[in-house]
């Protein structure tokens, strides 16, 4: 049997190369090696955007504009990221599959995983089409009623997969127990599946080690363990128990990594740091190797002291992506979450480290207030970190998402993402969200010209001549400063424009931020609001 293991193109209004490395793929090939002849096709990675033939999602228009110039940009047009349908179709005819596995991961982009089924039985009616990864787990029967897709994998794949694939090579039906089937007009359901064994490593042989790079370096990501002891009720993923994969396999992966010329290491844990002594016998297993880590999904600071950051630094983190979601204690206790003391502990540590940091926190949950937002970015401005703001969206599958929406959920598939803005909050309507998020950029542009110049002076002083700037990006930044207000060079009429703002946030944030500093990202270059 000849398998095609795919990871779909997407549409989106952006798409971030680091993170498309689709390591789940890996893990079933691995799985099945020894039953087939694997052969991946990564029909996302490395292919520039290009104009989507397919509408975004509705009420964007006036938000993200190709023909407007601005220093604090948020995205231009909607694009499609990956192999075109028609080279996806040639190289399938090409490979001659008898299956063809499709990693189908968020809600919002099922529609990319199905037309690849789709795709699939067009070429060949007889290539047998499976489908696994968040959106089947949750919603397998929605996916398994279209009539590409043969069976569909719940959970944590690897068992069922080999199950099914050995089935088929037996010349067997495939109708078995834990896959999803159609059995008449019947669909049978199978129970989401946990690894009990945890010793696998990825076939990493199945990539191009060059194709996939942080900056220079070549990388790869890893998961250390499984599932979350949290269940925020903003996430999205099936609430599965936290498990830890032996330390034996994971130094035995590290070589692995090192032998295919890796020198990056991002981790995908849901939970990195859900076990700090595990954590810090992990964290030895990388001391020495030269591999550079991070941890994009977030780390979370409870339970993380100056000793375990030591570690952290000698195993190789420069760069710190902590996941915060808001400064507000009452709001992360209502989010099943822990508060920002861990997180102010460890901030003057911090301060003087030679780490690189940045917070992330989310913009628009349901329990939140923009003024929450303006607090949490005035409170994070004048440290030396990166501001790295998230809009909430509703993830299929979280609780906010059952209460909210429940099963009526196909009519918003296309804005069940970030860059859609959808208003789930009342409070946050597309302005309000648009304008915080243009505050931030604000702020983190602030940083970046502190870090390439000491500017040891208050910002009043920039309102006449912009130290440096080009004009466009010194009007656009007088505007902002002298008059409260954002906006942006039409490129068509040849002249400012007003962008779409709550210009009431706008100055309600200068009122809260007069008097207060910026800090540098990488500097303690600093200066203070003062108009």
Not at 463 to 479: D, M, Q, S, W
């Amino acid at each position: 049997m000849k398998i095609l293991l795919i990871q779909p193109p997407l549409e989106d209004f952006y798409d971030t190369s680091i993170r498309t490395y689709p390591l789940g793929l890996l893990y079933l090939g691995a799985a099945v090696r020894d039953l087939s002849d694997v052969v991946l096709v990564d029909a996302r990675t490395g292919f520039k955007g290009r104009p989507s033939k397919g509408e975004p999602p509705a009420g964007l228009e006036d938000y993200y504009r190709a023909d407007r110039i601005t220093p604090f940009s948020l995205f231009q047009k909607y694009r499609y990221f990956g192999m075109t349908r028609e080279a996806l179709a040639y190289k399938i005819a090409g490979e001659k599959p008898d299956m063809v596995a499709i990693s189908s991961l968020f809600a919002t982009f099922s529609v990319e995983a199905i037309e690849v089924a789709r795709i699939a039985k067009v070429v060949d009616p007889r290539i047998i089409t499976v489908i696994g990864g968040i959106h089947p787990t949750l919603f397998p029967r929605d996916v398994l009623s279209h009539p590409s897709v043969d069976f569909v994998i719940r959970g944590e794949g690897e068992t069922p997969f080999r199950n099914l694939v050995k089935r088929l090579v037996e010349g067997e039906d495939g109708r078995i127990a834990g896959v999803c089937y159609k059995d008449d007009e019947t669909m049978r359901i199978g129970p989401i599946n946990l690894e009990t064994e945890m010793d696998m490593l990825p076939d990493r042989s199945l990539l191009r080690p060059e194709k996939y790079r942080i900056g220079r370096r070549k990388y790869g990501t890893m998961i250390t363990s499984r599932g979350c002891p949290n269940h925020c009720s903003f996430c999205g993923k099936p609430a599965i128990p936290y498990r830890r994969r032996p330390l034996p396999r994971i130094e035995a992966e590290i070589i692995d990594c090192l032998d295919y010329g890796i020198q990056a290491i991002d981790f995908q844990d849901d939970m990195l740091t859900g076990d700090i002594p595990f954590f810090r016998d992990l964290l030895g297993l990388f001391a020495g190797r030269g591999l550079t880590l991070s941890a994009m999904n977030g780390i979370y600071t409870k339970g993380i002291d100056e000793d375990t950051l030591d570690l952290m630094y000698e195993a190789g983190f420069r760069r710190l992506n902590f996941s915060l979601v808001d400064a507000s204690e009452s709001l992360l206790s209502s989010q099943n979450r822990a508060g920002i003391a861990p997180f102010v502990r460890l901030l003057p540590y911090l301060e003087t480290s030679p780490f690189l940091v940045e917070v992330h926190f989310i913009v628009g949950l349901p329990s939140q207030t923009p003024a929450q937002v303006l607090e949490t970015i005035l409170f994070l401005m004048d440290k030396r970190l990166l501001l790295g703001p998230s809009i909430f969206y509703l993830a299929p599958g979280s609780p906010i998402f059952k209460r909210t929406i429940g099963e009526e959920w196909r009519p918003l598939l296309k804005s069940l993402r970030s860059s859609a803005m959808l208003p789930v909050n009342p409070l946050f309507q597309r302005r309000t969200t648009f304008t915080l998020m243009k505050l931030v950029r604000f702020v983190n542009y602030i940083k970046g010209l502190l870090d390439r110049q000491e500017l040891s002076c208050r910002i009043s002083a920039w309102i006449e001549n912009a130290p440096g700037r080009e004009a466009v990006e010194a009007e656009v930044l007088r505007a902002l400063l002298s008059q409260k207000r954002f906006v942006w060079y039409d490129t068509v009429c040849g002249g400012m424009m007003d962008e779409p703002q709550d210009l009431d946030l706008v100055h309600l944030f200068f009122a809260m931020a007069r008097g207060k500093k910026v800090k540098g990202f990488r500097t303690h270059n600093e200066l203070v609001i003062d108009v």
